[in-house]
């Protein structure tokens, strides 16, 4: 018999799905008998969800310091050679000739101003020729040298904007399918998906929930886009989703639900009856499913529906 100790050393593989089917039954025996046991399978499960929503992104400096420190090393290993100056350059750099060029360069620019005070270019800075009004959403980052003598200088720039509405206002629902598929945030896509479960009647909303189920790379955003199509698993295109969530996602606990929904009521008939038909579709689903499963508690699932439903566990 399992001690508490070693229950709860093997909570983290029975939500993962990776227990024996005997071990899974040894656990589940003890649970039934040890509320603390089962508290600490609640707090496991809590756990598991929010790891799944959060990722960590790194600040955005972090890119421009790696560059920094590239250049840096470039520069130390590889000293740049003095430029050859020519006779021209020599003639310039004469110190008569510095005022003279100082002095034409400020006329230019006061008579080019005069002329043309509109032809700046808008360059978004919040001055004369830049656009003020987005000043407030600017940080100017770093500053240094740039070659020729000029100046680089790297901004943070952060612009968001507030859009309220509800899920039937139809901006709304398009930035929802849109945050649903956002590759760079499961958080997000987690949180959108379980608001759009709500309107899973509409076909855009069901195809967006079962892009994700099919596509998701998180475990737990398929696992809520799969809770959105529950009220819809005798339509064909859940049905072929759930199919090839069957044979091809890597979750066991996925693969389990996925029977679960295609199956529906198998089992549950009184008599004779073994409830409601199962689709030659899908006992085929399931006869694949036995010749490529690894894990024994799916296999033992799909070995129980075929013996319910009279049909071998291989495919002929």
Request: charged share 25%; net charge negative; proline share 5%.
């Amino acid at each position: 018999m399992n001690t508490c100790e070693e229950v709860r050393m093997q909570l983290g593989l029975l939500l993962y799905g990776e227990l024996s089917f005997d071990q899974e039954e040894a656990v589940d025996a003890h649970l039934e008998g040890c509320a603390g046991c089962r508290a600490a399978l609640k707090r496991e499960r809590e756990l598991h969800a929010a790891f799944d929503q959060v990722e960590i992104e790194p600040p955005a400096s972090v890119l421009w310091d790696a560059r920094q420190n590239l250049r840096e090393r470039i520069a130390a290993e590889h000293p740049s050679a003095s430029p050859r100056i020519g006779w021209w350059d020599r003639f310039l750099d004469t110190a008569w000739l510095k005022p003279i060029g100082g002095l034409a360069l400020v006329t230019l620019g006061f008579v080019g101003a005069r002329m043309a005070p509109n032809l700046a270019p808008d360059l978004g800075l919040g001055f004369t020729g830049m656009s003020v009004a987005g000043i407030d959403a600017q940080r100017v980052r770093s500053v240094e040298p740039g070659p020729n003598g000029g100046i680089q200088i790297v901004l943070d720039e952060t612009r968001q904007r507030v859009i309220s509405g509800g899920l039937d206002d139809q901006n709304i629902r398009v930035l929802l399918l849109s945050a649903a598929k956002d590759p760079s945030d499961p958080g997000l896509r987690y949180e959108t998906v379980g608001i759009l479960n709500d309107r899973a009647q509409a076909s855009e909303v069901r195809d967006t929930l079962i892009y994700a189920l099919e596509h998701d790379e998180n475990a737990g955003v398929r696992l809520k886009a799969m809770d959105g199509l529950k009220p819809f698993v005798k339509q064909p295109e859940v049905r072929k989703a759930l199919a090839g969530v069957l044979l091809s996602d890597g979750n066991p606990g996925m693969r389990t639900q996925a029977i679960d929904l295609l199956t529906q009521g198998v089992g549950e008939g009184t008599g004779n009856s073994a409830g409601p038909a199962l689709g030659r579709d899908i006992i085929g689903t399931l006869q694949e499913l036995m010749n490529r499963e690894n894990n024994a508690y799916v296999r033992q699932r799909g070995e129980r529906v075929l013996q319910l439903v009279n049909a071998s566990r291989e495919t002929y």
